[in-house]
């Protein structure tokens, strides 16, 4: 990889200028040149047809945007060669006689070359992962736009030669967060104006756009570099709210996101807070239609719910103090979160378990050791079994609301379209059977009963036939065993209900890059979500939770467990049999578990790599970054086939369910 445009190459020296029209001569020329840039650059589809257009601006675009359209050449993906003309200079290019049949004919020429763009965009990633590859999606930088609604990286030369420096390692896209801090700056009116430009960007490079519906602040977080607020009215409606924030034990307000309890509460200018993430993705989609069909330039959408956009509490703030490993604080003193839980007491016939969270579950920067709820199995004895319950199924409720707003915004209109949702990979204290720091995230283990309401699973106590009552002693002795639901067993059946794919965490990880004491195990817990998620039929895409380059050289041993960690994997019958077991407990059915012997999980979807910046593109870090693209994309000769004489857990849904 040069610092010149692998993917453009030298033959588009002219691209983001405005051309002088090219003689007739210069014009045939060029088309016979072009057939050197590869084998394959004047084949399109079965019909061998090389496609020469003039692309005109949209019926909605400016003449100001016309006029700085971009004459160029542009290598696409799968060898499609496009010769890419602005109206403009179509215009001024036009034969001295107009003809209709000629602008009928460059009109369907047009949209061919349009379509042809989209399915081999969006054949890219699908052919990487029919070849057992995992596709590679880049972050963009944080402030790619910000508060103001400017697009930073616009003129600046060196993201532009990122862009297709990532086309040509092999990378299939990019992400961006869609701030809404950044387009709703006044409530109802939204600036789509910076994402269109850069979407435009990304697509002259060759690569597909996923979005993050980002309903959250940037800034008080582990890699966060720049400040980028809620909208002031929003902050304006918490100051007249102040519940509509999470709160600790101690009062503190976290302005970052938007309390959960508050959802369905008309606290910001009449409407909800769901109404007003409704109306955000109603008109994104409305923005965005074209991109969003069927081959279009944004792939996938990810839908914010939390702090750093992730379904879990604000329980580790940095900005409120915390630093690694603390076990972090419950965000459960809000008033309404403290109604929900009086509520909840009450029904379980405790009331004065409803005056507050636990008292002795420790500060933000504390050991287990040091929270007598963690330390002396509090958690697990009848009281916190029952906070820890509620506290959970109120995360998991949330998620729920989301998943439905975004059906409604944006799924029901782009089917084809993939939506998905982010957890974030606590692992440190996993090694502990309290695993303390996901308790304070709302990951929390849901009694049966709670996990069967919020997933729709209604109890079989009805007339049985003569066969039923064996199957129904084998699913009361499962209960038995099985008295809580594992939270990301809970968590992949809701992301199956609703179609969703899970994004998680800590990729990149191992428990040997920690000290013993902290009992960090993210291996096993990204084992253990994968392991659920596969047994639901939900696909997981994979990100490195911290940077994995800094002082001119990569990590090779993070990059490399990125590469192990996405490809297929075996767990034990034990762990295998554990989880089915708790799944089918919510189901109200016997486990149905097969052979002694261990299990192959599919490998993730795709894979978000953290993060694009200047200091990625220095050419030391070339040549680690392309061998590390090419090693996602495609599996390692050496490497065992998932099958053999294990089982298989394939990503389609159960046939039984």
């Known amino acids: 990889m040069s610092m010149s445009s692998p993917v453009l190459g030298n033959h588009t020296k002219g691209c983001g200028t405005v051309a002088h029209k090219p003689t007739r001569k210069q014009l045939h020329n060029r088309r016979g040149a072009s057939s ?19 692309c005109s601006a949209s019926a909605s675009s400016s003449s100001s945007e016309a006029e700085r359209a971009p004459r160029c050449e542009w290598h696409a993906p799968e060898g499609l060669q496009c010769l890419v003309e602005s109206s403009q200079s179509a215009a001024s290019g036009a034969s001295e006689s107009f003809s209709p049949a000629r602008a009928v004919g460059a009109l369907a020429r047009t949209t061919s070359t349009e379509e042809a763009m989209r399915n081999a965009l969006a054949r890219s990633a699908e052919r990487c992962r029919a070849r057992g590859g995992v596709p590679v999606t880049v972050m963009l930088p944080l402030d790619c736009v910000d508060q103001t609604g400017l697009l930073r990286y616009a003129s600046q030369r060196w993201f532009e030669h990122a862009l297709k420096s990532l ?3 092999g990378c299939s896209g990019v992400m961006v967060d869609v701030w809404w801090g950044a387009v709703e700056r006044s409530p109802g009116e939204y600036d789509w104006a910076p994402y269109r430009q850069l979407l435009e960007q990304v697509r002259r490079a060759g690569l597909r756009l996923q979005v993050v519906m980002a309903f959250h602040a940037c800034g008080g977080n582990v890699n966060d570099t720049v400040n980028l607020p809620l909208p002031r009215w929003v902050l304006d409606a918490g100051d007249d709210d102040p519940d509509l924030w999470y709160t600790d034990r101690g009062g503190n307000r976290n302005r970052e996101c938007i309390s959960l309890f508050a959802d369905e509460q008309s606290s910001i200018l009449g409407r909800t807070p769901l109404q007003c993430y409704e109306d955000f993705m109603r008109s994104f989609g409305d923005a965005f239609e074209r991109d969003l069909q069927r081959g279009g330039a944004i792939s996938e959408v990810l839908v ?9 509490y604000p329980s580790y703030p940095e900005a409120l103090g915390w630093r690694f490993p603390g076990v972090g604080e419950f965000q459960c003193y809000d008033k309404r979160a403290l109604a929900s839980l009086a509520e909840a007491a009450e029904e379980f016939g405790q009331p004065e378990w409803g005056l507050g969270g ?4 420790g500060w933000y920067n504390a050991k287990p050791h040091e929270a007598s709820f963690f330390a002396y199995g509090r958690w697990n004895q009848e009281y916190g079994r029952f906070f820890l319950g509620w506290y959970g199924h109120q995360l998991l409720a949330h998620g729920e609301r989301l998943m439905g707003v975004a059906d409604r915004a944006l799924r029901s209109r782009f089917p084809h379209v993939m939506f998905g949702m982010k957890c974030a990979g606590v692992h440190w204290w996993h090694g502990l059977e309290s695993r303390p720091a996901a308790l304070t995230a709302g990951y929390c283990p849901l009694p049966l009963s709670r996990a069967s309401e919020l997933l729709g699973v209604e109890n079989k106590d009805g007339d049985q036939g003569e066969g039923d009552e064996e199957d129904e002693e084998e699913v009361e002795n499962d209960k038995a065993v099985v008295e809580s639901v594992p939270f990301y067993t809970a968590l992949a059946r809701l992301f199956n209900q609703n179609r969703m794919q899970l994004a998680f965490t800590c990729v990149e990880m191992a428990a040997t890059d920690h000290p013993a004491e902290f009992a960090c195990a993210p291996e096993s817990l990204l084992r253990e979500v994968r392991l659920a998620a596969a047994l639901e039929g939900v696909s997981v895409l994979g990100e490195n939770a911290l940077e994995v380059y800094g002082r001119g050289q990569f990590n090779h041993l993070a990059l490399e467990r990125m590469v ?3 490809r297929p994997i075996s767990v034990s019958w034990h762990e295998y049999s554990k989880a089915t077991s708790a799944r089918e407990a919510i189901l109200n059915k016997a486990a149905v578990i097969s052979a002694e012997r261990d299990v192959t999980l599919p490998p993730l979807t795709g894979l978000t790599f953290l993060r694009l910046s200047m200091e990625m593109m220095r050419a030391d870090y070339v040549d680690p970054w392309s061998t590390f693209v090419r090693a996602m994309n495609n599996p390692s000769r050496g490497a065992s086939s998932p099958g053999g004489a294990n089982n298989n857990i394939s990503t389609t849904a159960d046939e039984n369910l």
């Open 36 to 54: 050197l840039l590869s084998p394959t650059s004047h084949l399109v589809g079965k019909n061998n047809r090389r496609y020469n257009t003039a």
């Open 167 to 169: 086309k040509a390692a």
């Open 304 to 312: 914010g719910c939390g702090p750093c956009g992730e379904l879990r």
């Open 358 to 361: 636990p008292d002795d579950a």
């Open 564 to 566: 192990t960690a996405s």
